[in-house]
C-alpha cells in the first residue's frame, strides 16, 4: 500500500489537469476543442467525436445536488476521524450532464436533491496518511 493511500495520484495523466487546477482553488473540467463536449470523467479521447485535444476548462463552481449518502461507518482506520461524512454527486451549471463525485459541506440533515451548491477547497487529509490535497468539496450556496 502507498504511504500516501487514499490521497489521490495527482500525477496520473488523465487527472493531472483537476488536481493541479484545485491547487489553483480552480475547478476545471476537460472540453473537447473539436466539438466542445464536457468530458468527464476525463479519457483519452472524446466520447462524442474521437478528438484528442482537450484542454482543462475552468468551471464557474457552481451546481445542483444530484444524489447523496452519508457515511456513519468506515471499513479503513484513515477514515475514522471523518465520521459521519457525506459523499455526492453535484450536476455543475455549465452542464448537468456533468456529475461530479464529491465531499459535502454543512449538515447532512439539509441535504435535498436541487440543492443549489457552490465549490470550496480544502485540504483533503487522512489520519496516519502523510501528505495533504487541495481538493475541490462542495457546500449549500
Known sequence: ????????????????????????RQLAIPRCAGCGRWVWYPRAACPGCGGRA???????????????????????????????????????????????????????GQLRADLAMVVEFRPLEFTGVQGTVLAPWFRPA
Open 1 to 24: 500500500m502507498r504511504d500516501d493511500f487514499p490521497l489521490p495520484d495527482r500525477t496520473w495523466p488523465l487527472t493531472a489537469g483537476f488536481w493541479d487546477a484545485a491547487a489553483d
Open 54 to 108: 482537450m484542454p482543462w476548462t475552468a468551471m464557474g463552481g457552481t451546481g445542483r445536488l444530484h444524489s447523496w449518502t452519508t457515511v456513519h461507518h468506515c471499513f479503513l482506520p484513515a477514515f475514522d476521524g471523518l465520521l459521519p461524512y457525506s459523499v455526492g454527486l453535484v450536476t455543475l451549471d455549465e452542464d448537468p450532464a456533468v456529475r461530479v463525485v464529491t465531499r459535502l459541506l454543512g449538515d447532512p
